[in-house]
C-alpha cells in the first residue's frame, strides 16, 4: 500500500487563509496592521524573487510589508544602523534579513542586533534559549512548518518515537524542541550516528535534514510512519537535473504511513509560517494571546 502523500501547497494554502481571517481580526478590533520588514542586500536573483514573493503574500493576508533593498557592498555598520531603525519602529513587527549576507557582514552580528520579539526567523540566541527551556519564543519557520504538517497526519504526538536526523541551529535542534513541546520522545541523529537505519526503524515520525540527496532508504523506515522530508538537493542525470530530498521517495512511499514530497512538501509551508509568526509577533507586543504552533 503506498503513503498517503503530504500536501504542503493545500496545507500551506489553508495555513495563509487561516493567518488572513486573525490578521483582520487584528485590525478591526484593536487598530493593529502586522508589518513584516525584509531587508535584501545584493541583487541576487533567486534571493530577489523570493523577497517578492514574501512581499506579495504579506500584502494578500492584510500585513504591511516594509521592504529594504541594500547594495552588497553596504558596511556592517550601516546594516546594524538600519536594523537598529526597524527595531524601533512600532509599525513593524516582525524583521528578517535576508541570507546569505556579503562576506564583509558577521551574520551572528546581525541576527544577535534583531530585536528577539520581532525576529521571525527565530534564529537569535534568545530565542532559541527560550525555545529550549519552554517559554514562549517565536522559533524558525520551517521546524514550525514541519510541526504544522505532522500534525495533519497524527493529532497527538504525545508518546510517540520521533527521531530528528539533522542537529543544525535553524532545522534539527529546534525541530527537536517542538516535537519535545508536543510531548513526542525525541531523538538526535546525524550522519555519524551509529546504525542510522536501525534508529530509523524505531521512528514513527522521522524527520530528516542532513542535506544528502536520496540518503534515506525505504528499507530503513518503519512500516507506517509518517516522514518529513526537509532536505533539497539537485541532482543531474541524463543531462537532466530535478530536484530531490534526503529520504528516497519511491522506496519510502511503499513503506510509510505518509510522507511530504520534494518538492512540495515542507517548501511551500516556509512563507505561509513567516506569516504565521508575523502575526504571533504583533499579538506577542501588544500583549495578547498569540495562534500557538
Known amino acids: 500500500m503506498s503513503a498517503t502523500i503530504i500536501d504542503g501547497k493545500t496545507i500551506a494554502a489553508d495555513l495563509r487563509a487561516a493567518v488572513k481571517a486573525e490578521t483582520q481580526h487584528l485590525c478591526a478590533a484593536r487598530g493593529i496592521v502586522p508589518g513584516l ?21 504579506v500584502l494578500e493576508v492584510g500585513m504591511r510589508p516594509f521592504d529594504h533593498h541594500l547594495p552588497a557592498g ?16 512600532p509599525a513593524v513587527h516582525g524583521v528578517l534579513v535576508q541570507m546569505p549576507l556579503p562576506p564583509q557582514i558577521s551574520t551572528k552580528r546581525i541576527v544577535a542586533s534583531i530585536d528577539p520579539d520581532k525576529d521571525v526567523d527565530g534564529f537569535h540566541p534568545l530565542n532559541a534559549g527560550r525555545l529550549f527551556t519552554g517559554l514562549a519564543a517565536l522559533a524558525p519557520c520551517t521546524p514550525i512548518a514541519c510541526i504544522k504538517l505532522i500534525k495533519t497526519v497524527n493529532a497527538s504526538l504525545a508518546g510517540r518515537e520521533a527521531l530528528m536526523i539533522g542537529r543544525s541551529h535553524i532545522v534539527g535542534n529546534p525541530l527537536a ?117
Not at 37 to 57: I, M, T
Not at 211 to 217: D, K, M, P, S, T
Open 37 to 57: 520588514a525584509v531587508v535584501l542586500l545584493g541583487d541576487d536573483p533567486a534571493s530577489q524573487s523570493y523577497v517578492a514573493s514574501k512581499s506579495r503574500a
Open 74 to 89: 553596504v558596511s556592517e555598520a550601516e546594516l546594524l544602523s538600519l536594523v537598529q531603525k526597524l527595531n524601533a519602529d
Open 177 to 293: 524542541q517542538l516535537l519535545l513541546k508536543e510531548n513526542a520522545t525525541v531523538t538526535i541523529a546525524h550522519t555519524r550516528s551509529r546504525d542510522l537505519p536501525a534508529l530509523c526503524r524505531r521512528a514513527e515520525i522521522l524527520c530528516v535534514a542532513i542535506g544528502r540527496a536520496e540518503y534515506i532508504r525505504g528499507e530503513w523506515i518503519r512500516p507506517g510512519s509518517t516522514v518529513i522530508d526537509i532536505g533539497i538537493n539537485r541532482v543531474s542525470a541524463g543531462g537532466k537535473s530535478r530536484i530531490v530530498g534526503d529520504v528516497n521517495f519511491a522506496e519510502a512511499l511503499e513503506v510509510a504511513g505518509a510522507i511530504t514530497p520534494v518538492p512540495g512538501g515542507v517548501g511551500p509551508m516556509t512563507i505561509a509560517c513567516l506569516l504565521f509568526n508575523t502575526l504571533r509577533a504583533a499579538c506577542m507586543q501588544a500583549g495578547l494571546p498569540a495562534p500557538e504552533v
